[in-house]
Structures are given as structure tokens and as C-alpha cells.
């Protein structure tokens, strides 16, 4: 098994059939598992987020895990070609044609239709395909009006729109993170590519694609996801032959909200993975130690009083902290250390 101790993100570039150059970043060693992120991604800001960050160390025990920035979004600058499946397809194709041989899939959100068409017509280059909240049709998510009514917000009014959508996305965050969420949303597109990339979102159909797979399946979805009802999942695992679906507790989309723990224990156990391990994070067990105190609010003086170190000794644990996990500033090192601990 894979050790990802003292790794960090990796970043790369593939380039597609139409050359456009997408951005991927890779974590942890192992076999490799493809994940298809939601709507916008941005790989450096996400890794720079506490929850999100230690969502996917928490899967990548053990594996690769292999993400990837669509055109328009992050580090992979937009190109003149309208979103489409088939564009999704061929960013797709792009990244996994960077690994060796089969791979674990998995599809969140908006990229879960994308993982079934990917899995329906390469049926060879897949292992095992998860699918967390998905959908058949996207014209099923919501009604006319209101699809009409959120695009226009994104459009014409980005930040009103982050707001909206992260209120949809994240109900069950606090409002710190809902507030990091919208924000990050604004900064992974412009206004233009968020509104098409949510367009598609709602065009994507794969209701006959999803007959076509032949690959292991797992449905997981939470119950009270506010973005794609239950009944997507039910009819995604309903399409799929022999899929299995797994409904958690719930409202939050977003899969590094709410419930992780749960969420990445079903993902892995599916994938033939073990429990993910505590404290598999490069740091030493002292510079934990101080994490966590970070995350109590502690000042370096408070900190050294409570280790019995010298204040000095204090601030430069906090520091290689910070260097270690890649972070700017301490309240970075306060959240991401109680994401850890809630997936632990």
C-alpha cells in the first residue's frame, strides 16, 4: 500500500485531441483513482481549503487520487469551444491518458454523469465507478423557472450567484466556510464560464448512456442534497446494472461538508481500501500537538506554556507547520486541523 506521508500535490499538465492544456494535480501513491470534480474547480484553492484539503488526504491513503481542472476553471485557461460532454469527454481522456493501464473512477456532482459516459464508452479503462451526487437528467434537478432564475443571477450578478448557489451547495456549513465557498466559486471562473458550466450541468442527460455500464457501480448521495434530490440518485442507481446505492444523512452537496467521515469510509471500502489512518498527514506527533493547540485559538505563548517549550521553539513549530501543509496563515492550520479531526 501506498505511503502518503510527507507528499504533497503534485501538479502537471495534459494536453487534449484539440490542445488544450488541462491542469491536474496528483496526491498520494498507489493505484490510481480519477476523481471528476462538481461544477468549478480550482486545484490550488482547494488545496489551500481546510475541509476540502483534508477530504481528499483522507481518500488518498493508500492511492492515487488524480483531479483535474476543466477548461474555463483554475489552472486550465479557457479556450474558444462551447462546454459540451464531448468537451468534457476529451479533458477527460487527456488526464487519464497520463496513467498506466485501468483506474478507479470517481464522479461528483456534474461530474458523475461525466464518469458514466466516460465508463459507458471506455469500458476497458475502468475498475470500479462511484458516483456521489449525480443525476440522469439534469433537466430533473429543478424546475424551468428556477434554473432560469439561477443562471441569470451567475450571469449578470457572480457574486449574488456564488452566494445563492452556496446557500444550495453548503447549508450545513458554518458560516465561515460558506462564506470561503463563495468566494471560491468567484475565483475559479469568470462569470461567463461559471454561467455555461452550469448550463451544461442542467443539458447533461445520460439516461441511455447509463444502461451501457458494465462496470462495479456505487451510488452515494445524501438525502436532504438540496442541489440534486435523492430521486436522482435512486434513478442513476436504478439505470446502472447491479449499481449499489448508499443514502447518507444530510443536505450539504458539496462532499467535503457535512458528514465526511461517513462519506469517505463508504468510498474507500468500495474501492477495496482500508480505514484511512490518523495522523497520515507528514506532520511529526509535536508538530500535531501544536496544530491542534492552533486550533484552540492558542498564542505562541500559550502554546509554549502548555507544551513547556520556550515561546520561540512555539512559533517555529507553527511555522514548519505552515510551510508542511502549504498554508498562509494560522487560522488555514486551525481549520484544516479540525477537518481532520472530524474525519478522524
Known sequence: MGDNRGVQQRLGRAVSSDGTAVAYATVGAGPPVVYVM?????????????????????????????????????????VDRPASLEFELEQLAAVTATLDGPFDLIGTSMGAPVAVAWAATHPGTVRRLVLYGGWLRGHDLSPPAVRDHVLGLVE????????????????????????????????????????????????????????????????????????????????????????????????????????????????????????????????????????ELVSRGCTNREIAAHLGIDERSAEGHVERIRLRLGFRSRAQIAAWYGARRDLD
Do not use: M
Open 38 to 78: 462538481g461544477w468549478l474547480t480550482h486545484l490550488e484553492l482547494a488545496w489551500e481549503h481546510p475541509a476540502e484539503r483534508a477530504f481528499y488526504e483522507a481518500l488518498a491513503q493508500g492511492c492515487r487520487l488524480v483531479r483535474y481542472d476543466r477548461a474555463g476553471c483554475g489552472l486550465t485557461a479557457a
Open 156 to 291: 449578470s450578478h457572480w457574486g449574488l450567484g456564488s452566494d445563492v448557489l452556496t446557500d444550495i451547495f453548503a447549508p450545513d456549513a458554518d458560516p465561515v466556510t460558506r462564506a470561503g465557498t463563495a468566494r471560491y466559486q468567484r475565483a475559479c471562473s469568470t462569470a461567463a464560464t461559471a454561467r455555461a458550466l452550469l448550463a451544461l450541468s442542467y443539458d447533461l442527460d445520460v439516461t441511455d448512456l447509463a444502461g451501457r455500464v458494465r462496470t462495479p457501480t456505487l451510488v452515494v448521495h445524501r438525502t436532504g442534497d438540496r442541489a440534486a434530490p435523492v430521486a436522482q440518485a435512486e434513478a442513476l442507481a436504478a439505470a446502472v446494472d447491479g449499481a449499489r446505492l448508499v443514502l447518507l444523512p444530510g443536505r450539504s452537496h458539496l462532499p467535503y461538508v457535512g458528514d465526511r467521515h461517513e462519506l469517505v469510509a463508504v468510498v474507500r471500502r468500495f474501492l477495496g481500501l482500508p480505514v484511512a489512518r490518523r495522523g497520515a498527514d507528514g506532520l511529526t506527533r509535536r508538530q500535531r500537538e501544536v496544530a
